[in-house]
């Protein structure tokens, strides 16, 4: 497995303001992911990471909304733009080594808005 | 597409006593499975994975699950739970491709003294 970082660890922000999560891997990865977690609820898929390409995001999420970035194997950044409290939630960023291995996740961030 | 089901959102035991926690998948293809545990505050950790080898799976710290493809199931269980067990544990496909995973609606487990 490897070890995932993230940062910030937790935040609270404004509505209409705009936080950028960091992810960072300790060794390269082949797939890169970011999930939501609302509040007492399960695991939801944003989008995968694709290193030097645009995101695939899920039906529900869009570019405008969660711009990703994934400049290299090992980091990739996802951006929560102009908030609202309904975006309060824990956002975790995973890793995986080739197609049908485990995915290994961080610690994820706790973000509030208000 | 593929879908999980967790059939209890709270399940409760006494310390020492054995363990179920159910899952039943839905796969057009073969699937890989998973459980994860996410005890409060923490991320996710991996129990064990199902990925078309032996269908009885061994996981850490005691845990197993059986692959049952006509049941369409991948209960998790232990034979004696521990106070450190308290925790949310989350069943999860992948998809075809082995990479988008979905994940349960996940299973609360508390561990009575």
């Known amino acids: 497995s490897a070890v995932i970082s993230q940062k910030p660890s937790r935040d609270i922000c404004q509505r209409g303001t705009s936080l950028t999560i960091q992810c960072q891997v300790d060794s390269q990865v082949t797939m890169m992911f970011w999930y939501r977690q609302q509040p007492g609820q399960s695991l939801t898929l944003i989008a995968t990471a694709n290193q030097g390409s645009e995101a695939t995001y899920e039906s529900g999420f869009v570019i405008d909304k969660f711009p990703i970035s994934r400049p290299n194997l090992t980091f990739s950044t996802l951006t929560v733009s102009n908030m609202s409290p309904e975006d309060s939630s824990i956002y975790l960023c995973?890793?995986?080594?080739?197609?049908?291995?485990?995915?290994?996740f961080g610690p994820g961030t706790r973000l509030t808005v208000l | 597409a593929q879908s999980v089901t967790q059939l209890d959102s709270h399940v409760s035991v006494s310390e020492g006593t054995p363990v179920l926690l159910r899952c039943n998948y839905s796969?057009?293809?073969?699937?890989?499975l998973f459980w994860y545990v996410q005890h409060p505050n923490k991320g996710l950790q991996l129990l064990l994975k199902y990925t078309s080898a032996a269908t009885l799976v061994k996981g850490i710290n005691g845990f197993e699950a059986e692959f049952k493809k006509s049941e369409t199931s991948f209960h998790l269980t232990k034979p004696s739970a521990h106070m450190s067990d308290a925790a949310e544990y989350f069943c999860v496909v992948s998809d075809n491709y082995g990479q988008n995973f979905v994940f349960g609606p996940g299973t609360r487990l508390s561990v009575l003294p």
């Open positions: 995973s890793g995986q080594r080739g197609m049908y291995n485990e995915q290994f």
């Open positions: 796969s057009s293809y073969s699937p890989s």
